[in-house]
């Protein structure tokens, strides 16, 4: 096994350095980097580190410390300070601090946010290590990738789709980033890393929030849960080619960190590779020690008016009545509108005595967020009935205001509450290129 030694790598923290080392680790899959450490501990790694964490903002970890503070105090001195406990070995991660962020149906997700140190912290370990991994991560796989989004992994099945991949595996992993186990990532790691203090940092930061799992929250955690799933994006990759045909494959895939959907062909000569497909994917499973829920977990059949949800869409084949050709046909998930105007009702509720001035300035950043991240597919429908849905809540909060019923149409007309009141109005859906139609 080769190893590459730390002047290979010098200088990795500019633009160029980090795509020569991607080349490095792509051209040669069994390398090993040493010597990393001393990178990690270089002001300009740290530099580029904060930069990214305060264009990130977030609120102060556990110590209470902010931004405003540290810039106060002076950002050279507080790097030079970290920069002092990792040559020293002396650096421990603080605790994160827990918030509990709603999600559907009432549950909650446990996000930990480390202090603004521990982020600058693992932020240079991440532009250290990320480049090398980057080169070992499959096509598939698009969860918080550089330069890589969730709108190209729902592109990326739409095609499927269209080609007749209808029979479809939506597994549901129980809790993922909880049961990540450290000592089989860490393996994982050091098949690229023989670095020893490198990999003596990246255990503390693991064991800082518990004996196992990947907190959500932090700036490298995304790193090691794709790392930790690698290897099962790779047995999807040999599935892929073990059925090519030409330019064609009988399966497909995406996963967006612990979200994967499975796309395998309709024709019945294919119809074994979706128990192969599934029981290869528990056996990995298995490996890791994923727990694979049940209860969420299906099979699906496109042909038979069946849907699939992923990242937020509901999925579907439909056949276009002009044109004759079967058609993915993707929308937002009834669940997420729901919560959308859930959110939207609390806001007016809590502020239906506030001008509609101030209204509108709450709302519009969480329309424009939701409307951005589900503007692809056939969303158009959709965005008709949230934008119908605000602009007569506007109307209300502003007739209750002058004690007047109904909706104000003749007083205050549309142009009027999105060119003057400046009401979100970017419904847009963005179109992908459009994938060949199947003949129905």
């Known amino acids: 096994m080769k190893m590459v030694t730390t002047k290979e790598i010098a200088r990795k923290t500019l633009p160029d350095g980090i795509a020569k080392v991607y080349v490095k680790a792509k051209a040669g899959p069994s390398w090993r980097f040493w010597g990393l450490y001393v990178h990690v501990c270089k002001m300009e790694t740290l530099r580029e580190a904060y930069a990214l964490a305060r264009k990130n903002n977030g609120a102060p970890g556990i110590d209470g410390v902010t931004f405003e503070v540290i810039e106060t105090q002076g950002v050279e001195a507080f790097l030079e300070w970290i920069r002092n406990e990792l040559i020293g070995r002396a650096y421990v991660p603080l605790r994160s601090r827990r918030q509990e962020i709603p999600k559907d149906g009432g549950k909650v997700r446990v996000l930990s946010i480390p202090a603004i140190r521990d982020r600058v912290v693992q932020g240079a370990l991440k532009l250290i290590l990320e480049p090398i991994f980057e080169a070992d991560f499959q096509p598939g796989s698009y969860g918080y990738r550089p330069k890589r989004t969730a709108h190209e992994a729902v592109h990326r099945v739409a095609?499927?789709?269209?080609?007749?991949?209808?029979?479809?595996?939506?597994?549901?992993?129980?809790?993922?980033?909880?049961?990540?186990?450290?000592?089989?990532?860490?393996?994982?790691?050091?098949?690229?890393?023989?670095?020893?203090?490198?990999?003596?940092?990246?255990?503390?930061?693991?064991?800082?929030?518990?004996?196992?799992?990947?907190?959500?929250?932090?700036?490298?955690?995304?790193?090691?849960?794709?790392?930790?799933?690698?290897?099962?994006?790779?047995?999807?990759?040999?599935?892929?080619?073990?059925?090519?045909?030409?330019?064609?494959?009988?399966?497909?895939?995406?996963?967006?960190?612990?979200?994967?959907?499975?796309l395998i062909d309709a024709h019945a000569r294919h119809a074994w590779l979706l128990g192969a497909v599934t029981r290869r994917l528990r056996e990995e499973f298995a490996k890791l020690r994923v727990e694979?829920?049940?209860?969420?977990?299906?099979?699906?059949?496109?042909?038979?008016?069946?849907?699939?949800?992923?990242?937020?869409?509901?999925?579907?084949?439909?056949?276009?009545?002009?044109?004759?050709?079967?058609?993915?046909?993707?929308?937002?998930?009834?669940?997420?509108?729901?919560a959308l105007l859930r959110k939207l009702k609390e806001v007016f509720r809590r502020y239906q005595s506030q001008p509609v001035d101030r209204v509108v300035e709450l709302i519009n950043p969480v329309l424009r967020g939701w409307v951005n991240y589900f503007a692809a597919g056939h969303s158009s429908e959709c965005f008709s009935f949230i934008k119908d849905w605000v602009e007569k809540k506007i109307r209300r909060h502003m007739g209750r205001s002058r004690n007047r019923r109904g909706f104000g149409w003749k007083r205050w007309s549309g142009r009027w509450l999105y060119e003057e009141l400046k009401l979100f109005n970017s419904y847009r859906v963005r179109r992908a290129a459009a994938p060949n139609a199947r003949p129905a």
């Open 159 to 262: 095609p499927a789709i269209v080609q007749c991949k209808t029979r479809v595996i939506d597994l549901d992993l129980r809790a993922y980033f909880d049961t990540v186990r450290h000592h089989l990532l860490l393996e994982k790691v050091a098949r690229r890393i023989k670095d020893d203090d490198v990999m003596h940092l990246l255990k503390r930061m693991l064991t800082a929030s518990g004996k196992q799992g990947v907190p959500q929250g932090g700036v490298i955690s995304p790193l090691p849960s794709n790392i930790y799933l690698t290897e099962v994006d790779r047995m999807l990759e040999r599935a892929k080619e073990a059925t090519r045909n030409g330019k064609y494959t009988y399966v497909e895939y995406a996963r967006f960190a612990d979200d994967l959907v499975v």
């Open 292 to 338: 694979v829920n049940e209860e969420k977990s299906r099979t699906v059949n496109l042909d038979r008016a069946e849907s699939f949800g992923f990242l937020g869409f509901d999925f579907r084949r439909l056949r276009s009545v002009q044109r004759q050709v079967w058609r993915a046909h993707y929308t937002p998930k009834l669940k997420k509108r729901t």
